[in-house]
């Protein structure tokens, strides 16, 4: 399944939905996301409209609601993302992004204590 970049509006519509582990009714989603963000119905269903039509949510109709599952997982796209960034911002070098955060002083030496541990265990893995 090809999985497409998403604009942030709708990106919080499907973090919601990942975040209910379950099949979750619009009036559900509608409810969220007017507390959340003060969105309108409208605004809501046109992005799950989207959501629909980009192949990321599934759809069931039951009784007067309609039911939303995830059709890509949430970790699938998190790799997706994760990737998209590494690649645009740090020509694919994950030691190229940890060197641009260790620069910036975003690593701490407790973090970067256990990226160490972290890199040893692999090694010993292989």
């Not at 090809?2 to 009036?27: A, R």
């Amino acid at each position: 399944m090809q999985i497409s970049k998403l604009p942030h509006s709708e990106l919080q519509v499907m973090q919601f939905i990942w975040s209910q582990n379950k099949k979750i009714s619009s009036k559900d989603v509608i409810l969220e996301m007017e507390e959340k963000n003060s969105w309108k119905q409208t605004t809501t269903l046109t992005l799950i409209s989207r959501l629909i039509k980009r192949d990321f949510l599934s759809v069931e109709k039951i009784g007067r609601y309609s039911y939303y599952e995830p059709k890509i997982a949430e970790k699938d796209y998190i790799q997706f993302e994760t990737n998209n960034f590494i690649d645009s911002f740090y020509q694919g070098s994950l030691k190229n992004m940890l060197s641009s955060l260790n620069d910036n002083h975003k690593i701490k030496k407790d973090e970067l204590k256990d990226i160490q541990e972290w890199l040893e265990n692999l090694k010993e893995d292989k």
